[in-house]
C-alpha cells in the first residue's frame, strides 16, 4: 500500500529529475546574468566615493552573479548535485571584513540576481535592479547636515588658545575641541566645526602670534545632527 509520504518523496523527487537544463537555457541564463552584473558593475562605479576604488571587489561582483547563476542552474538539474553544493558551501568561510555597509549592499544584490537569474526569472532580476538603483540614487542626493571640519593648530606660544577660540567663534558658533595637546613651548589642538568661510578661518588663525602651522580638514565620516 503506497501511503503519503511515499507519494510525496516520488513526486519530490520527480520534480527535480525531470527538470531538463539545456544548453540554449544556459546560455540565455548566463547571457542575463552578464548584462545584469555589468550594470551592476556600472552603478558601483558610480555610486563609490572611495578614493580607493577596489577595481577588484568590482570584478568580483560580476563574477560573483555569474557563479551564482550556475550554481542554481546545477541545482535544479539534479537533486543529488543541489544536496552536495549545500554541503559543499556551508563550509566555505570568507575572512576578507566588509568594512563598507554600501559594498555589503552591492555584494548581496550581486548574488540576488544571480539566483533570480539562475531560476529563469529574468523579469524579476531586471525589474529588482532598476528599483534598486533608483532607491540608492534617490537616496544618496538627499540633503543631509553639513559634515564636520577638522582644524588642527600648531602653535609655539602655549597661552594661544584663548585667541585661536576667538577666531573660531566669529566663523561659527557650533564647535568642539577634540584634541588638546601641552608640551614644552608647544600647544597643539584639534577642534570639530562646521564653517562656510573655510580659507579665511585658517588664513587668520595662521596669521597669529607665534602660530606654525593651520590645517582645515574635511572627511566624509558620520554627520553628527
Known amino acids: 500500500m503506497v501511503g503519503f509520504s511515499d507519494i510525496f518523496k516520488n513526486s519530490f523527487l520527480e520534480g527535480f529529475t ?3 537544463i539545456t544548453t540554449a537555457k ?32 568590482a570584478i568580483s561582483l560580476t563574477a560573483m552573479a555569474l557563479i551564482t547563476a550556475a550554481i542554481i ?38 548574488i540576488s540576481v544571480g539566483i533570480i537569474c539562475g531560476a529563469s526569472l529574468y523579469e524579476v532580476a531586471l525589474i529588482t535592479s532598476v528599483v534598486v538603483t533608483v532607491f540608492i540614487l534617490v537616496l544618496d542626493m538627499l540633503p543631509v547636515a553639513k559634515v564636520p571640519a577638522m582644524l588642527v593648530v ?5 597661552d594661544s588658545e584663548k585667541e585661536i577660540l576667538e577666531v573660531v567663534t566669529r566663523y561659527t558658533k557650533s564647535y568642539r575641541v577634540k584634541s588638546r595637546n601641552l ?3 608647544r600647544l597643539d589642538m584639534v577642534i570639530e566645526l562646521r564653517v562656510k568661510d573655510e580659507s579665511a578661518l585658517v588664513s587668520e588663525v ?3 602670534d607665534g602660530m606654525i602651522s593651520a590645517s582645515l580638514i574635511a572627511h566624509d565620516g558620520e554627520v553628527t545632527f
Request: proline letters at 1%; glycine letters at 4%.
Open 206 to 208: 595662521a596669521a597669529l
Open 73 to 110: 542552474l546545477a541545482m535544479q538539474s539534479n537533486l543529488v548535485i543541489s544536496l552536495g553544493m549545500v554541503g559543499a558551501l556551508s563550509i566555505v568561510r570568507f575572512r576578507t571584513a566588509i568594512k563598507d555597509p554600501m559594498d555589503l549592499v552591492f555584494l548581496f544584490w550581486s
Open 18 to 20: 525531470s527538470m531538463d
Open 154 to 158: 600648531n602653535s609655539s606660544v602655549m
Open 26 to 57: 544556459i546560455a540565455a541564463t548566463l547571457f542575463m546574468t552578464a548584462l545584469l552584473g555589468l550594470y551592476i558593475f556600472a552603478i558601483y562605479r558610480l555610486v563609490t566615493r572611495k578614493v580607493f576604488y577596489s577595481k577588484n571587489f
Open 183 to 185: 608640551s614644552k613651548d
